[in-house]
């Protein structure tokens, strides 16, 4: 709605927000994008200052596990592709803590079967993507990627930790998958219960 102050974690290059402010659908809205990288802060920097609007948009350096914002202080938190990277459990009290009784938490991510609970599936999928990233791109990327298949989830487990986390309305939409081998990714739109 117009004027909502909305959140992206782990914003990186401000992808999102830069994006919503060039839709121009909502008036007076007001973004912070937060991301643990100073680097990617800084790229976003440039890449906002290179889109040449008045930008609603302010970046900040922080974790999403524990955001330094005060308590029911966001209409809207939105994150892409990121939260297989964090603590689920955490990520959601977090959330949950910074949002405004009835807003909204709004996320992209990969999903997982429950085939891939499996200690020795969890295994072989690790050396894979290390594998692949390691050649795609670097070392650091490639053990940020066999790392992070430890938080990836069901639908079926984000809608009960949302549900436990004082959430409700949870509409997930699956998403098609870039490559066909790999879960599908899935969109979950959930609403912060009023106090």
Not at 18 to 33: C, F
Not at 67 to 84: E, K, M, W
Request: aromatic share 10%; glycine share 6%.
């Amino acid at each position: 709605k117009a004027g909502d102050l909305i959140l992206d974690i782990a914003t990186g290059t401000a992808v999102i927000p830069r994006e919503l402010v060039k839709k121009n659908e909502y008036p007076d809205m007001r973004i912070i994008g937060l991301d643990i990288t100073e680097s990617m802060l800084k790229q976003g920097k440039k890449e906002i200052h290179s889109d040449q609007f008045s930008s609603p948009i302010n970046l900040t350096c922080g974790d999403a596990v524990a955001l330094p914002f005060c308590n029911g202080s966001f209409d809207v938190i939105v994150t892409g592709l990121a939260s297989h990277h964090m603590n689920i459990p955490d990520l959601l009290s977090e959330v949950q803590r910074v949002l405004k009784p009835d807003g909204f938490f709004s996320m992209i991510d990969v999903g997982t079967s429950p085939l891939w609970k499996s200690v020795i599936v969890r295994s072989v999928l690790r050396v894979i993507a290390f594998t692949y990233f390691l050649f795609k791109e670097n070392y650091s990327r490639a053990l940020a990627e066999a790392s992070a298949l430890s938080n990836v989830q069901t639908i079926q487990d984000w809608e009960k930790d949302l549900n436990d986390k004082g959430f409700n309305s949870i509409k997930t939409t699956l998403l098609d998958a870039k490559y066909k081998w790999f879960p599908e990714p899935f969109a979950i739109l959930a609403n912060k219960e009023k106090s």
